[in-house]
């Protein structure tokens, strides 16, 4: 899952501004300006990139297999994905139908009303991007653990408070109109590529492991259980499968393990909230405790997540970034920037060589 960038002028403007020297959700939270509020995605520098390459030219051998599913298909594939719905909680029915106290059969009647056709302009414009990415592959010399044929679903995303995309195995839905837009820039390529990232931890486990330990987490066989208080405000991310790692974190000075989860910092109460304005980061001991505490709590959030992208909410999602970052980037960073945490790139880098 990931937010929506915000495609204005005046936003990438800005955003260039202050993402420069940001690199958490805290810092993000009291840089933000009401404008850039909504939809744009944490501290993480190459979103603020506009673009100024062009590719040309197909690549011989694609790595990735995928293809365009009609409408019909798109409401199959969303709703067969009875594992996913099977997790939610009345926290996660509430924001994503809009309504105090919904019922799985008003959502999946929602989410089915969100699935659209994708139009010829916007597959082209999809291809390109695909492109770029195998011509980022082959012009670094990267190879993608092996993945299995990608289908693009097109969606307004509503069914889940309006991210940019998401993921259910190696589905990934998006809002084509969106993604196809030209003002997207080098974000489209990063959220696509982002995302193919999830496609191949659940296809290749030996993958999600590496990955995670380059930045601090371990990946164990059995998934650890979520207490009440943090069902309590628990939402179910499409694109995190597991809460089977964890890694130690320093709070109040002691050293505690613990798993993530995203939770709210509150109940959904009025029609247009999205959770995505009230997430947060629960650190879970691993001991089984019904406790929960927030990144703020640990004096070390960040020197385990690394400091290359704010969005933190599970080692899954922090390491997709750093994933598209190496991709489309790769280890020069945005402009030549670098990275804050270049190690994590240069693990990533190593392990496609
Ligand atoms: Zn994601």
Redesign the pocket.
Known sequence: ??RKLKISIATLLSLTLFAVTLSGCDKKESNETTENKVETTAGDLSESETETEEVVGKVAHPQIEYSYATKEEGIEYLISNDGYYDRFTQNDLDYKAQKIGANMEEYTEFAKEQVLDFTEEQKQAIDEIMNYIEVRLEEEGLTFPEIEPIVLISTTQKEECEPAA?THGTHIFFNAEYMANPGTGIYAKLLMT??IF?CITRSNPEFRKEMYKLIHFTVQDEEFEIPPSVLEYYITNP?VEHHNSYATFTINGEKIDCFTAMITTKHFENEGESFLDYMTTALVPIDGSDVYYLPEDASDFYDVFGNNTGYVIDPE?CM?DNFSYAVIYGIDGPQGQGYESPEIIKGIIYYLK
């Open positions: 899952m990931k998401y982002h995302e999830h694109d999602e997709a």
